[in-house]
């Protein structure tokens, strides 16, 4: 139907999937310190939902934690961090699972806040793991920062505020934060009500 025809741009870049993605960690750089959770959820263009992903990981064999980043984990509450540590699986594992998920999807297009910090995180792993990265994170992956900036010409403050404040959106506030299920699931929702506001301006 017409209201649910794609922005030219959407079929330009030629994806059907967002695959919305967030890292949990306990240090700042891959290999010297570990991811201790990935989350994500796959939508479709029109920003349904088509399925969620969420696994806890082992620490790296070798590798340390980063005081700066256990300290932030400390100020949390306690079961902040029990969610990202409860019952991981050996990261090998986690990151075969997951891309065997993300396989279902066709043309998925990874998308993160910040891309910079997300993306650097699963391209280790999938890189030292499978062996392979480079086709989902060098050409086909959005940062939400980015995105914003584009279609709004500037934000202030937090980029999700921001959104809600501009698109005047009904996306809930992630009642558990820090929690890489829900934070992906944010962002993806934010990510489309941003898309969706530009054609609402135009209607007024």
């Not at 029990?82 to 699972?97: A, F, N, Q």
């Amino acid at each position: 139907t017409s209201a649910q025809a794609l922005d030219s741009w959407w079929v330009e870049v030629a994806m059907k999937t967002i695959i919305s993605f967030d890292c949990e960690t306990d240090g700042r750089i891959p290999g010297m310190h570990s991811m201790r959770q990935l989350g994500a959820v796959a939508f479709d263009l029109y920003g349904n939902e088509q399925s969620r992903f969420i696994r806890n990981l082992q620490p790296l064999k070798g590798a340390q934690t980063d005081p700066d980043t256990m300290k932030f984990w400390s100020e949390q509450p306690k079961e902040v961090w029990l969610r990202v540590t409860k019952s991981p699986g050996p990261p090998e594992e986690v990151i075969c699972r997951f891309f065997d998920w993300m396989a279902k999807f066709d043309k998925p297009v990874l998308f993160a806040a910040p891309v910079m910090f997300d993306g650097f995180w699963l391209r280790f792993y999938m890189e030292t793991f499978i062996g392979q990265s480079g086709f989902l994170l060098f050409h086909r992956a959005l940062d939400a920062r980015s995105v914003v900036w584009a279609l709004t010409g500037r934000y202030t403050g937090d980029w999700k505020q921001w959104v809600r404040a501009v698109t005047q959106c009904s996306v809930k506030e992630n009642p558990t934060p820090h929690y890489a299920l829900t934070d992906a699931l944010e962002q993806g929702e934010l990510l489309f009500a941003l898309m969706k506001w530009p054609k609402s301006k135009s209607k007024k």
